[in-house]
């Protein structure tokens, strides 16, 4: 929801997500997933967050909502009740990128720098498929950086990017 401080999360679809119970079937784990994917925007790093609940729709024959399911459940909504405020870029404006790599995920966070602050425009986040988690850290820097130009394109092409990462470049 667009106001005039900045781009909101739709409450409604975070209450939806808080008010959940924790899933007791395979298709309340789908509907958990697809839910997430509706904030993904507002959520840094929102792959790795969502990771236990992707593991769970891979063994969809033997249904199991396990201990780190359940952290991972618990931590979201956490999360998702302080989601902050994404910000739109000024014409001009300098932008930095942050990206960051797990052995199962690659994520970035667009920021713009105000007064001191950074403020977040946009996060991407990618799990790893099966070749791509054998990449060294610097093929995943990469990765992430290649997933989110494409993903964010307008963004590269009108603005200068900065981008920051604490992988070594070696």
């Known amino acids: 929801m667009v106001t005039q401080r900045g781009i909101e999360a739709n409450p409604i679809k975070i209450k939806a997500i808080i008010d959940m119970k924790a899933p007791t079937c395979i298709n309340e784990v789908q509907r958990l997933t697809g839910r997430i994917a509706a904030l993904n925007r507002f959520i840094s790093k929102s792959a790795e967050k969502s990771l236990p609940f992707f593991k769970t729709l891979r063994k969809a024959k033997t249904f199991e909502w396990d201990t780190p399911c359940q ?7 956490a999360y998702l009740s302080g989601l902050p405020l994404l910000v739109k870029p000024s014409p001009g404006d300098t932008l930095y990128l942050y990206l960051s790599v797990t052995p199962q995920v690659v994520s970035s966070v667009l920021v713009r720098e105000e007064g001191g602050k950074q403020l977040p425009i946009y996060c991407v986040s990618k799990v790893l498929n099966g070749a791509e988690g054998r990449y060294t850290p610097i093929e995943k820097v990469a ?7 494409r993903w964010l394109r307008p963004y590269f092409l009108s603005h ?11």
């Open 71 to 77: 952290l991972a459940f618990e931590e979201l909504k």
């Open 160 to 170: 200068p990017i900065g981008v920051r990462t604490n992988t070594l470049l070696k």
């Open 143 to 149: 990765l992430a950086l290649v997933v989110t130009a």
